[in-house]
């Protein structure tokens, strides 16, 4: 059984037996989903949990996610009663909902996320050390029906950073994490498993954008200036071209910035590894994704430092586990890549 607890109105939940809670840096929302099975007394009660719900996730003393309830799923005969739990940090909603369109003038991007994620009740806060004083120049409209996250996201791309959930449901505006954990993972002793996951599937030798950026009074008047920017991965040695429409009113360096950020992203996400060790902590407290972790695997010749960008927390009648996807930490920088390596050109 496990130290997990769902805290709704108060009220604590415990006694969870199966146990999966997933934290990622290129997802805005953690997820958390959380069962039990057992054996029905003559005077049990089952457990009124409520859709909808607001609801925290506690690990011990540890807060892990605020948000809501969306499934609640019971399975049960005359003997026996299972219940499933699953919900979503409240960024949850950012992803569901839509806009009725607004258009907004010379903000920078919290601003702007703090305008649309206000009626959510979510703050928007901005870690050390990240610069997002640069005000987009030109009015950026959030279309009827676009989603929240749609919008926010397309933003965070021209500033070349990432928006993630904290532990009290709110959004932190944030890039690539310089804390380094101690805890290697070494194959041959805290490893248990692994696999990775290598594709070019999704990469291209260039990517360019294109926009448009209009005129001021203290620019070009009224003449429209077309924006055109392209950034290549030396590694795809075939012609494989990609070309992205921008919003209107990108600039030339966010336009940069997002050529980048297409290529190094997707670069990351094809090379991505998944190591499961035992347990969910390291030596100084719960694995978290955005940090650096060393890693010592011979299989795949690596001995260097990986970003972690994914955590799932497992617990089942295996015991507790932890998978954690990694990267290297170029995909989540706005560096050039490295140049091709035998790695490349070779099999994987």
Not at 19 to 47: H, Y
Not at 159 to 165: E, G, I, K, Q, T
Not at 239 to 247: E, G, I
Request: hydrophobic letters at 40%; proline letters at 3%; glycine letters at 8%.
């Amino acid at each position: 059984m496990s130290d997990v607890r769902l805290k709704i109105d108060g009220i604590i939940h415990a006694g969870w037996k199966d146990v999966v809670l997933s934290f990622s840096l290129e997802s805005i929302a953690n997820t958390f989903q959380l069962s039990l099975t057992d054996k029905w007394a003559n005077d049990a009660e089952p457990r009124r949990i409520k859709t909808g719900s607001a609801c925290e996730v506690w690990i011990g003393n540890t807060k892990v996610i605020t948000g809501y309830i969306d499934d609640v799923t019971p399975q049960y005969d005359a003997r026996n009663h299972t219940v499933t739990v699953s919900g979503r940090s409240k960024a949850g909603d950012l992803v569901d909902c839509s806009h009725a369109g607004q258009q907004f003038s010379n903000r920078h991007l919290k601003q702007l996320a703090d305008a649309v994620c206000q009626p959510f009740d979510i703050q928007v806060l901005v870690a050390d050390g990240v610069d997002i004083s640069q005000r987009f120049r030109n009015a950026q409209e959030i279309e009827t029906g676009e989603t929240i996250f749609e919008f926010l996201e397309q933003l965070a791309r021209y500033r070349a950073v990432r928006l993630v959930s904290n532990v009290d449901g709110d959004i932190v505006i944030t890039q690539a994490g310089k804390s380094r954990v101690n805890t290697a993972l070494i194959l041959g002793e805290n490893i248990l498993s692994a696999s990775g996951q290598f594709s070019q599937r999704d990469r291209y030798s260039d990517i360019t954008v294109i926009g448009s950026q209009g005129g001021s009074d203290d620019g070009w008047g009224n003449v429209v200036a077309h924006i055109k920017a392209k950034s290549s991965d030396k590694n795809i040695n075939r012609h494989r071209p990609m070309v992205l429409n921008a919003n209107d009113g990108i600039n030339l360096s966010d336009a940069k910035k997002q050529a980048q950020w297409e290529i190094n992203t997707r670069f990351g996400r094809g090379k991505g590894i998944v190591y499961t060790i035992n347990g969910w902590l390291h030596d100084a407290g719960l694995w978290q994704p955005n940090v650096l972790v060393p890693v010592k695997d011979s299989f795949l010749s690596i001995n260097s430092d990986m970003l972690i960008s994914e955590v799932q927390l497992i617990m089942d009648d295996q015991g507790q586990r932890t998978e954690l996807r990694v990267m290297p930490p170029e995909a989540f920088e706005l560096v050039a890549l490295p140049e091709p390596t035998i790695e490349d050109e070779g099999g994987w």
